[in-house]
């Protein structure tokens, strides 16, 4: 990364980068000024470099989404035997079957496209302004618009627009965790000059595009934008090739294929067999076809696209905007949850949670970092009048040494300034300190700024008619300036052995210290206040601030933990802190348990590097691209897995995952531009919604493709039996078109709308590498597909012994076939729960889709030109009803197959759907 008219790789003309130059020398390379590029340069430059955007894959366009629903194998199948229909000119089976094509490619069109359009808008809201100097003046212009050699005016809030190498600064913090994973914000100083390998989190006279300035303001020179700065970078490496398959997409292609294998074997069989019989070829092709259509579950492909766009909009209504429609059921699929910390799990936000008086256990303040509520208690509970006093004292200093804003604005609390100012302006206003209030009643004689080099600030008040100083900052300073400590009885000589080892203790938990001091200061009217009045101070206490968990993060990971999917803590923080935050989230007991990224870099080999991932929790000091090799050996390790982040830095894991996840509101473009889930509202338990609403989806698929399956797999039995006996077929092919794709795909639609049957997150996520077809479903589809066929061919070879012609006895065969779906598809509901115990009022689109595929049908029966087409013709209430009951059948055998597994093989999941259900 660096600069401008000088090489590709943006080194300097001297070869050198920017963070070893002085700032005179950059503004020379860059062949600008103190004043700004002039207008003629700017012209130029933004003609040389183009726009300061990243880099993002261009999203498919409407016509390339519709083309992407064609590819899947079971796809392939339906186009081949609808063009084996043209050829044999069955244009009625190839109308069908092209319709329900693209039926299939509109839906998931329509779907796809709108999620892509939500994610756009996301992108969208994120406009960022900047301050420039050109020709010597100051404009403000867009982030997009800014060049190599711009001179940008940073201050405080805003976000940072480039790469750019320091000039001028004064008390200029930088967040840049978005980019590092780093939560504390970094000093910078214009004046540094570095070496040329310094790393990147430790060049302090540069600033990076996406971070944010938390305190100071500063003057800067752009050399890197777009792609050419550290964000470009990683956002390079993610825009182009492919993430890794969905769960879904691998299990529906191994069953896809099992299918089409099947199919192919069947009809060389059933073709073999027919010209050994001496079968006239055109009627060769033709059982061909209809044995094909009994097998291939025609409406799967539009069934499958419902189940996931169904997905989709409930997760939606989760605050869970799915990008692509095959991440709804991979998120729910997910074995593992490779979590960021910062702005994730924790808060992004410094809050006060330890108060350490002299004299006194810690206090703990609780509440959240954003506003302040919660109180601030001992471990034996509320403080008492002597504990208060001493508070007061504390939220005194944290007010009066304090640059921050705190208020409350159209019903919210709105901050601004300092992450430590505004953490003590929050902890001071749950005891009613306001700063304000304090100024009021101590009126503000003069201050000393927080600057770097002192790494404290100061406060000169009237305080009862006398001056008074208060001081906050780095223990080790304030150390130094005081010979006193508040104690419980008023005050005492300091221990410096005792207050440091109290900052000690608070450290090893992974707390930023600060110290707290006042005393009175002897000045003089015209004198300035300075460093050399602060000594004989009275040490107030120690307080500990930390980047906390967000309040959802804890019962979050609980529920991922009952849900059998493991999370991980991946961090660039120190270990300490991302120990302290581990245990909190009980994800590990001993610091021991944390793997750092210098032991990752030790790993010799794949094997160890695996062995390593295979038990850690929480992984510290991780650099972005060791994220990614995170990622890739957890897989390696036979997990389908989920990565969370909302930093540019994530980007590369969340390409790599299964699913990648990213944060609405806080988190980057390349993030956002790189998941395939975006969660709107950053909240961490959104993810564990989405993982239950995508097993919800996942189960959902697998009852519609039980009802397709079972019930194609009875109409092979019918056509085998058939064929055994030397009868004609049964079925047609339409016929059997007719019941796949209308009377059933009705119902399997109506279907994919099923509502959870409870329990999902009480169950284990299903093993990766476990087919679609388990062993339970099989069972089911063989019992189910035996009772249907074999009921189906006695009835057909029984009216045809009775006498009635062929015609009548596929009539009366095809409407059997069609309430045998209308009552199998009750059945289809729920694999353990009993017909009866799951209220049919749960999902009213199923009931009335079942009953409009029977009026259907038996409208058809009652149109001429429809019912010529099918064969269809009406019969007696009597014959409707007693073809009825025996379609009742299946349901009484499936009820006794349930009733037997519960009794005889019950499972814990088998009681946890029971109640959510009634």
């Given at each position: 990364m660096t600069q401008i008219e000088l090489n590709p790789e943006q080194k300097t003309a001297s070869d050198e980068p920017p963070h070893s130059l002085s700032a005179e020398r950059v503004i020379c390379e860059l062949s600008s000024t103190k004043t700004g590029l002039t207008a003629a340069q700017v012209i130029k430059r933004q003609q040389q470099y183009g726009s300061n955007t990243l880099p993002r894959k261009e999203p498919d366009g409407l016509f390339e989404v519709f083309l992407n629903q064609f590819r899947s194998p079971l796809i392939y199948v339906l186009v081949a035997a609808a063009i084996v229909s043209l050829v044999i000119r069955e244009y009625s089976d190839a109308i069908f079957i092209s319709a329900v094509l693209l039926l299939n490619a509109v839906i998931g069109t329509m779907q796809e496209f709108s999620a892509q359009r939500s994610a756009d808008a996301l992108q969208k809201m994120m406009t960022t302004q900047v301050r420039?100097?050109?020709?010597?003046?100051?404009?403000?212009?867009s982030s997009e618009e800014i060049v190599p050699g711009d001179i940008v005016l940073l201050e405080s809030g805003e976000k940072v627009p480039a790469d750019m190498r320091i000039l001028e600064s004064h008390n200029l913090e930088i967040d840049e965790s978005l980019l590092s994973g780093e939560s504390v914000a970094v000093v910078k100083r214009a004046d540094a000059v570095l070496d040329a390998d310094t790393v990147l989190g430790d060049r302090i006279n540069m600033t990076f595009a996406g971070s944010l300035v938390n305190r100071g303001r500063a003057v800067c020179a752009v050399i890197g934008i777009g792609i050419a700065t550290e964000l470009g970078t990683i956002a390079k490496s993610v825009t182009g090739g492919t993430g890794a398959r969905a769960p879904l997409q691998e299990r529906m292609e191994r069953f896809t294929q099992r299918v089409a294998i099947f199919v192919g074997c069947a009809v060389v069989v059933m073709a073999s067999i027919l010209l050994i019989r001496s079968m006239p070829i055109s009627e060769i092709f033709l059982s061909s076809v209809a044995l094909a259509v009994s097998v291939i579950p025609e409406g799967l492909p539009v069934a499958l696209t419902v189940a996931l766009a169904i997905g989709m909009r409930r997760m939606a209504r989760r605050d869970v905007i799915v990008r692509r429609l095959i991440a709804v059921e991979a998120l729910g699929s997910c074995t593992y949850i490779a979590s960021d910390k910062t702005g994730t799990l924790t808060a992004n936000q410094l809050t006060v949670r330890q108060l350490a008086i002299p004299g006194y256990e810690n206090w703990q303040v609780t509440g959240n970092s954003?506003?302040?509520?919660?109180?601030?208690?001992?471990?034996?509970?509320?403080l008492n009048k002597k504990e208060h006093k001493l508070l007061d004292m504390v939220c005194q200093c944290a007010v009066l040494t304090n640059e921050g804003y705190l208020g409350h604005q159209n019903s919210a609390w709105a901050s601004n300034g300092d992450a430590v100012d505004v953490a003590l302006l929050i902890m001071a206003h749950r005891v009613n300190w306001v700063r304000a209030e304090a100024l009021s009643a101590n009126p503000e004689i003069d201050t000393i700024p927080f600057e770097s080099e002192r790494l404290y600030s100061a406060s000169l008040n009237l305080v009862d008619g006398k001056p008074r100083a208060f001081v906050k900052g780095a223990f080790e300073k304030l150390l130094l300036m005081c010979d006193r400590v508040v104690l419980p009885e008023g005050s005492g000589l300091l221990d410096h052995e005792k207050v440091e080892d109290r900052a000690e203790q608070l450290a090893s938990q992974g707390y930023r210290v600060i110290a707290m001091a006042c005393g009175g200061v002897e000045i003089g009217d015209n004198e300035e206040f300075g460093h050399e009045h602060l000594k004989g101070l009275t040490l107030i206490g120690l307080l500990g601030l930390i980047d906390p968990l967000r309040p959802e993060a804890k019962p979050a990971v609980a529920k991922c933990r009952t849900a059998?999917?493991?999370?991980?803590?991946?961090?660039?923080?120190?270990?300490?802190?991302?120990?302290?935050?581990?245990?909190?989230?009980?994800?590990?007991?001993?610091?021991?348990q944390v793997v750092t990224g210098p032991q990752l870099k030790t790993a010799a080999s794949e094997a160890e590097f695996d062995s390593m991932t295979r038990s850690a929790s929480v992984f510290a000091r991780v650099e972005p691209t060791q994220k990614l090799d995170i990622v890739q050996s957890l897989q390696r390790n036979g997990h389908f897995v989920a990565v969370s982040g909302d930093g540019a830095n994530d980007a590369p894991a969340l390409r790599a995952a299964q699913v990648g996840v990213a944060m609405g509101k806080n988190g980057t473009d390349v993030a956002r531009e790189t998941a395939d889930i975006i969660i709107t509202d950053d909240n961490f338990e959104s993810i564990v919604d989405g993982v239950e609403e995508g097993r919800i989806a996942y189960a959902n698929v697998r009852k519609v493709i039980f009802l397709l399956i079972s019930t194609g797999a009875a109409e092979l039995v019918l056509f085998v039996l058939a064929m055994m006996t030397g009868l004609p077929l049964p079925l047609l092919a339409v016929q059997l078109l007719w019941l796949n794709l209308v009377t059933n795909g009705i119902q399997d639609i109506a279907l994919a709308f099923e509502p959870g049957e409870g329990g999902e997150l009480n169950q284990p996520p299903r093993p990766p590498r476990e087919l679609i077809f388990?062993?339970?479903m099989l069972e089911r589809v063989v019992i189910s597909a035996i009772v249907i066929g074999v009921v189906a061919f006695g009835l057909f070879?029984?009216?045809?012994?009775?006498?009635?012609?062929?015609?009548q006895a596929r009539n009366s065969t095809l409407l059997l076939m069609v309430l045998f779906e209308n009552v199998h598809v009750f059945n289809s509901r729920s694999e353990t729960l009993s017909v009866f115990g799951h209220n049919p009022l749960r999902n009213k689109l199923l009931l009335g889709g079942t009953i409009v595929a029977q009026l259907i049908h038996i409208g058809a029966m009652y149109t001429p030109w429809l019912g010529d087409?099918?064969?269809?013709?009406?019969?007696?209430?009597?014959?409707?009803?007693?073809?009825?009951?025996?379609?009742?059948?299946?349901?009484?055998?499936?009820?006794?197959?349930?009733w037997y597994r519960s009794r005889f093989t019950k499972t814990d999941a088998d009681t946890s759907v029971r109640k959510a259900c009634r």
């Open positions: 420039v100097l050109r020709d010597g003046d100051a404009y403000q212009i954003d506003q302040p509520n919660g109180r601030i208690r001992t471990d034996q509970g509320e059998g999917i493991q999370v991980a803590m991946v961090t660039g923080d120190h270990p300490v802190t991302a120990f302290a935050i581990g245990r909190e989230l009980d994800l590990l007991e001993e610091e021991s388990n062993r339970l070879k029984y009216l045809l012994d009775q006498g009635f012609s062929l015609e087409v099918l064969g269809a013709s009406p019969v007696t209430f009597e014959q409707w009803l007693t073809l009825l009951v025996l379609a009742l059948s299946v349901m009484f055998v499936m009820e006794l197959h349930k």
